[in-house]
């Protein structure tokens, strides 16, 4: 038996690699059979989201030689320079990022490294979209802060007045 939902013209999709849904419909549909549209399918949809989840999505980092990195969404090569000097990280082109560790560095300091460096340039990088955001929506950030999260990208805490 054909689904009626589905022969109104609706989409629904999940999609990797964090099982986010989309769901196209006419306009002409009324938004109460698209919901129901998208209960009726939740098993399926949760099926899909267990499924992405259990895919592996990245091979172990070892930072080595030709590694793609990205940065501010776009794919590096990452060329790693080993010798004297300060551990730092430079974004040469729009292809390659060098890594400067001493010699004999192993993947965990390469890491640690890396890690430092991006945690730095998002520092930079906040402060200017705060400043452009709290105008755009009325708000105050009173403090903020970078964390490494394994699974949540972000989190907001609003006040119970609303005022973020």
Not at 89 to 98: A, L, P, Q
Not at 129 to 155: F, H, P, S, Y
């Amino acid at each position: 038996m054909a689904d009626p939902a589905m022969e109104t013209g609706l989409h629904l999709g999940v999609y990797p690699p964090e099982g986010r849904i989309r769901v196209a419909a006419p306009l002409r549909v009324d938004d109460e059979v698209v919901r129901l549209a998208v209960i009726t399918k939740l098993p399926w949809i949760k099926r899909q989201q267990t499924r992405f989840r259990a895919q592996e999505r990245q091979s172990p980092r070892e930072y080595t030689y030709r590694e793609t990195r990205y940065y501010l969404g776009k794919r590096y090569l990452l060329n790693v320079v080993e010798g004297a000097g300060p551990s730092r990280v430079e974004v040469c082109n729009k292809i390659r990022i060098d890594l400067y560790v001493p010699a004999g560095s192993d993947a965990v300091k390469r890491e640690q490294v890396m890690l430092k460096w991006y945690r730095k340039e998002l520092k930079a990088l906040i402060p200017p979209l705060i400043n452009v955001w709290q105008e755009t929506l009325g708000v105050t950030v009173d403090d903020w802060g970078v964390k490494k999260m394994k699974t949540r990208w972000a989190v907001a805490t609003l006040r119970p007045d609303g005022s973020g």
